[in-house]
C-alpha cells in the first residue's frame, strides 16, 4: 500500500539559468521573484536547484525562508544546492564531491568543459521515520564521456536505501547516463501514477525568453527526478509564468509526490 496523502514527500528539481548570461527583461534581478514564486507555489519539501551562481541563492535564501540550504560554493561560483524544509526533514550528513575521476571538487572530468559537482545529503523525514539519501547533479553540457562517467559515478554512490537523484543531466531519456541511472532508479515520469504538463523540460529563451507557442512535447527532456524506495505518486513539468507572462528560467521546474514503498 501507498502511504497516506498527508505523509507525502514532494521533491523538485530546478535550474534556474546563471545569473550572468542575460540583460534586460531576461537579467535575473528581473526573474529571480518569479524563480522563489515558482518553487514557493508548488511547496517543495526538497528542491534541488542548478546553476545556480555565487550571488544567487543569497535571492532565494530571502525569498524563500522556511528553507533551510546544503550549499557548497565551487571555485567558480557555481552552487548545486538543497534547499529543504527543518520542519519536515531533519539533515542527517551532506557534503559535495567534483564528478571526475578523482572526486576533488573543481577537478575537470574527461571531456567536460567545466568542474562539475554532486552535491549530496542524508536526511530523515519526520513525519515516516524514513531516512533517505539525495544526490543533486548538473552534467557537462559538451562532454559525451564526462556525461556517462558522471552517470556511473552518481550511480555507484547509492546503496539499496532510499534514494533520490535529481537535476539536470544535459542528456535525453535513453541517452547512455539516463540508461546507466535507470538501470538501478526509478524514473520519476515513468514510474508516476499521475503525470501532468509536457514531457519537454527545456523552453530556451528566445528573443526575450518568451515562447508565445508555450512548451510542447518535442522540447528536449533534460532535467529529472529517479527514485528508490518511493511510490510516485504524482510527477508534473510546471508552465507557471512569472508576472511578466514570461517563464522564470529557460527550464521548467518537475515537481515529484513520493511516498514510502511498500515492503
Sequence with gaps: MRGSPADRLRVATYNIRYANLDTGPRAWAERRDGVAAAIALHRPDLI?????????????????????WVAHVAGNGEHTPIGFRSSRLDLLDEGQVGLSPSGDVGSVGWDAALARFCTWARFRDRRTGTEFDCQNVHFDHEGQVARRESARQVRDRTDNGPT?????????PASG??????????????????????????VGFGGEGFDEAGPRDDQPRLDYVFVSGFAVDRYAVSTLADATGRYPSDHLPVVVDLS???E
Excluded at 48 to 68: F, I, K, N, S, T
Excluded at 164 to 172: E, F, I, K, S, Y
Excluded at 179 to 190: I, M
Design 260 to 262: 514510502v514503498a511498500a
Design 177 to 202: 547516463p539516463y540508461r546507466l541511472l535507470a538501470r538501478d532508479l526509478d524514473d520519476a515520469r515513468r514510474a508516476a501514477a499521475q503525470r501532468f504538463g509536457p514531457g519537454g523540460t527545456f
Design 48 to 68: 534541488a536547484v542548478q546553476e545556480c551562481w555565487l550571488d544567487q541563492l543569497p535571492d532565494l535564501r530571502e525569498r524563500l525562508p522556511e528553507y533551510a
Design 164 to 172: 533520490l537523484v535529481l537535476g539536470d543531466l544535459n542528456a535525453p
